[in-house]
């Protein structure tokens, strides 16, 4: 696992499309930057120092040739400049966008105000894109409403999903991990809580994962669940699926597994039974303008609805 630092920033790649990024643009980019900048501002001290000597010397009629040449020079070195840094430009957007092998994994990523539809063919999840370490994941993205853009921070430059406009997304994450995502286009007023989690694991335990997301839930083990689970349908179904029983709302994620997941309501949240209870209370607070409404449970019957949701595994 990595630490926090690293699995949070652009500048430390976990996964392939970055690291060449990072490597083979960003690096030199940031060097010849650094270099023009110390070269600019030591030529600026240079011409300061001297200006003092030419103002009390006459006129030189060499000078004016001087600075012609001068000016000349740094206009050619800012265009050899820039063109070094298309041709890089160019060369690593091929790179990263070339087209994915046929072994490609691919992961249907659509956006809605304000959380992540996931889709695996038929499986369904939220808000966590697990994927298997060294293998080519396209991610092909789709929006429900507005323009949203899926940042993969450590993973890979970042896409817009636009209505009506099929982008995809290639990342091979290169190290197990897990690294967060956000929403990078201002999308509405919970924007910024609008984020994702990239559970990048070894093919052997993805393919464990995957199997158990195809799993209906698992009925009701006890009489407390079971109450939780009558709650749940009639105060949630109408906008949450949980696959195996008649809740099959599609306006709010898919819930059958939502005990497996680590956070809630787009990464707002750790998945805890107190985080849980406040968010089915009180969502507005939480996230003001989400579309989840507040549901006024009694003590009892939330207390049940939780201990049921928390069976989902
Ligand atoms: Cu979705 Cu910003």
Request: charged share 15%; with cysteine.
């Amino acid at each position: 696992m990595s630490p926090w630092w690293q699995a949070h920033s652009a500048l430390h790649p976990n996964g392939a499309q970055l690291s060449l990024i990072i490597d083979r643009l960003w690096s030199p980019m940031f060097a010849a930057a650094a270099a023009i900048f110390a070269l600019v501002a030591g030529a600026l001290g240079w011409a300061l120092l001297r200006r003092r000597a030419a103002a009390e010397a006459p006129d030189d009629p060499g000078r004016e040739r001087g600075m012609r040449w001068t000016v000349s020079l740094a206009t050619a070195c800012t265009v050899a400049v820039l063109l070094v840094l298309l041709g890089l430009d160019i060369s690593v957007s091929r790179a990263t966008t070339a087209a994915p092998g046929r072994d490609a994994l691919r992961v249907v990523v659509t956006g809605h105000q304000w959380w992540w539809e996931i889709r695996y063919g038929g499986v369904v999840t939220a808000n966590e894109i697990h994927v298997p370490v060294g293998r080519t994941v396209v991610l092909e993205l789709r929006s429900n409403d507005v323009i949203h853009s899926v940042w993969p921070i450590s993973l890979s430059p970042k896409l817009d999903e636009i209505p009506g406009k099929n982008n995809s997304l290639s990342l091979r994450a290169e190290r197990p991990g897990v690294f967060r995502g956000q929403c990078a286009e201002y999308c509405g007023h919970q924007h910024a809580k609008m984020a994702f989690l990239v559970v990048a694991e070894a093919p052997g335990s993805f393919e464990r994962w995957l199997q158990g997301q195809r799993e209906l839930a698992a009925p009701p083990a006890d009489d407390l669940a079971r109450h939780g689970q009558q709650v749940f349908l009639s105060s949630c179904a109408a906008c949450h699926t949980v696959a195996g029983t008649p809740a099959s709302g599609r306006a709010g994620p898919d819930l059958t597994h939502l005990a497996g997941r680590a956070t809630i309501a787009a990464g707002t949240l750790a998945n805890t039974r107190g985080n849980l209870a406040g968010w089915i209370l009180d969502p507005q607070t939480i996230k003001p303008g989400a579309y989840m409404p507040p549901i006024p449970l009694a003590p009892a019957d939330l207390h049940a609805v939780v201990a049921y949701l928390e069976t989902l595994r």
